[in-house]
């Protein structure tokens, strides 16, 4: 689960800057049009926020299922050494 969000994370940022790239070129040429265009910016801007939260806040240890907050060696709770 956690490669396929990567994926998407990645993918939303390419598109991201395609997506601007095409709204500054039709803003430059006088098209006006790009109220489709600011919306798929917007989403994969939410979606770029969103993730590093998402990484930072779900991160468990895989022997107590406790939530790891610093990315260390050993578990805080039950002090198991935690293989990433």
Do not use: H, Q, T
């Amino acid at each position: 689960m956690k490669k396929v969000l990567f994926i998407i994370w990645v993918i939303a940022i390419i598109v991201f800057f395609i997506d601007w790239g095409i709204v500054g070129i039709s803003f430059l040429n006088g098209n006006y049009e790009i109220k489709a265009g600011i919306y798929i910016g917007l989403v994969c801007f939410i979606i770029i926020c969103v993730y590093p939260f998402y990484k930072l806040f779900n991160d468990r240890c895989p022997y107590c299922g406790k939530m790891i907050l610093l990315s260390g060696k050993y578990c805080s709770y039950c002090g198991k050494e935690i293989k990433k």
